[in-house]
């Protein structure tokens, strides 16, 4: 009998703590299915996402360790989920910690360390630093250059 892990999230700006969360999911069973948030669930979630839902439900679908990505539309479809697909084990990241127990009345429920120091609203914030320090030299640049010509006028 296949043993299938389910999960959910958002996974914007896709990066290292996610793909090591689902990795050590997929570990738990033989198949993972991931639920990704909608664009539409996301609103109602209070959650800001730069990457489309069709281009995130796409890269987490095309991960070795997934078999399967639903959309994820509302917080109440986790338990149809898990009976449509025959889930031994619900785990998320320990930000989670007991958010979601009910669920031990269907399947396993886990909560497994999150990876520090990485996170899609960090990333966010440094590229948006980034891109306005990249201003700021652009405009010393301009000022030297300035500086520069009015010496030939
Ligand atoms: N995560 C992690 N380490 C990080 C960041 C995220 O382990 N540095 C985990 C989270 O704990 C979560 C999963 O990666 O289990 C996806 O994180 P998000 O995309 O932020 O998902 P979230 O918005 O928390 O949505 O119904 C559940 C919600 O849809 C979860």
Redesign the pocket.
């Given at each position: 009998m296949q043993k299938t892990v389910l999960?959910?999230?958002?996974?914007?700006l896709f990066?290292i703590?996610?793909l090591?969360?689902l990795q050590r999911l997929r570990a738990l069973g033989d198949r993972l299915i991931v639920?990704v948030?909608t664009d539409e669930?996301n609103e109602i979630?209070g959650?800001k996402t730069v990457v489309p839902f069709s281009d995130r439900i796409e890269i987490v679908g095309a991960l070795r360790c997934v078999d399967l990505a639903i959309p994820?539309e509302n917080?109440e479809q986790?338990v149809g989920d898990i009976q449509r697909h025959n889930i031994a084990v619900f785990g998320?990241?320990?930000?989670?910690e007991g958010r979601f127990d009910e669920l031990k009345l269907h399947c396993e429920v886990v909560y497994?360390?999150?990876?520090?120091g990485?996170?899609?609203t960090h990333i966010r914030k440094t590229l948006k630093v980034l891109d306005r320090s990249h201003v700021r030299e652009l405009k010393q640049a301009l000022d030297l250059i300035s500086s520069i010509v009015e010496r030939f006028d």
């Open positions: 999960t959910y999230g958002t996974f914007d990066h703590g996610h090591s969360l639920g948030s669930f979630k959650k994820e917080w986790k998320m990241g320990s930000d989670w497994l360390p999150r990876t520090e990485v996170s899609s």
